[in-house]
């Protein structure tokens, strides 16, 4: 006579049911399966996997350059096109406004010499110098921010407020405060980038998804560890793309300020602009600002690949 088959028993979960189903018919063919409790490293190791975006395969690095380089190869030429049919059309006398082939000439001749590059690195250590210090202030007032309610009420408009305030605004106050000196080009530059890198963190936490701040507080995570090892790394691309426009309001403050405040005994890339300026020279001057476009584009890319390297690990990109 058949027997009937065993009614259906609710489990927990489906891995559960399944060991409960099979442990009568699988008792002494092996070992027992393995009862559900603390997770393997594998399978920790599996739902990161889940989470974060699969590893493509690497094509060919040259024509991956080659796409990634002639777009902006083509707008070079575009521009220089440009650039001299406004000097052949001689709107302005050629002593103002004169040909690319005069301004890069000088300009391959002013890189090769000492002067240059002791004023580019002059002008680099105030902006590295200056974005440290605004990163560090920026990065504990929006940790802060964020983690008390009143004091969001209190300043999280004022730095939204100092964030969009032209940077220009603060240099005579800087005079006043520190003369002609390093430190009013320092006040400039991190009054103008620190709220940018403070708005950037306080977003980023801001979207953490409460159930990671859930789990967090199961696993005991608190104070400065729930920081490091939770909201931080969850907060990264946002606070990339913080720290990216933070050193757009620094460098664009530097500048300013290397322009408006002289600081006797150096000789910065503004400082160097100034006196072509002066002298009428307007090749030089084409050429520092072609300096200064260039360094600038170069420090965007850095930023741009640090942001897509974490968009393509967390899965935020398709590329």
Do not use: C
Request: proline residues 8%.
């Amino acid at each position: 006579m058949p027997t009937e088959p065993p009614a259906p028993t609710k489990y927990a979960g489906a891995r559960a049911g399944l060991e409960g189903l099979l442990a009568p018919e699988t008792a002494g063919l092996g070992p027992e399966p393995r009862k559900a409790g603390t997770p393997s490293s594998d399978e920790v190791s599996g739902l990161d996997a889940l989470e974060l975006a699969p590893r493509r395969e690497k094509g060919n690095p040259a024509l991956r350059l080659w796409r990634s380089a002639w777009p902006k190869l083509l707008a070079v030429v575009i521009v220089l096109a440009a650039w001299e049919l406004a000097y052949l059309s001689e709107w302005k006398p050629a002593y103002v406004f004169p040909s690319p082939f005069e301004v890069f000439p000088q300009l391959g001749d002013l890189v090769t010499t000492a002067d240059f590059w002791d004023g580019v690195r002059l002008t680099m250590t105030r902006a590295v110098t200056g974005f440290a210090l605004a990163v560090a202030i920026g990065t504990v007032i929006g940790a802060a921010v964020s983690r008390f309610a009143p004091l969001r009420a209190a300043i999280g408009s004022l730095i939204t407020g100092l964030q969009t305030m032209p940077s220009i605004m603060w240099f005579p106050l800087a005079i006043l405060l520190f003369q002609l000196g390093e430190q009013a080009i320092m006040f400039v530059v991190v009054i103008g980038a620190a709220p940018s890198v403070a708005n950037g963190l306080i977003s980023g936490i801001d979207y953490v998804p409460r159930t990671w701040l859930r789990v967090g507080q199961v696993m005991g995570m608190t104070g400065l560890s729930r920081y490091r090892h939770l909201i931080l790394p969850a907060s990264l691309p946002s606070f990339v793309s913080g720290l990216k426009q933070g050193w757009a309001f620094s460098w664009r403050s530097l500048m300013a300020g290397e322009l408006l405040v002289i600081v006797p005994g150096t000789v910065s890339i503004g400082v160097r602009m100034q006196n072509a300026r002066d002298l009428a020279d307007t090749p030089l001057v084409i050429s520092y600002i072609l300096v200064v476009l260039v360094i600038g584009i170069l420090i965007d890319q850095l930023f741009n690949l640090a942001d897509n390297a974490l968009r393509r690990r967390w899965g935020l990109t398709g590329s």
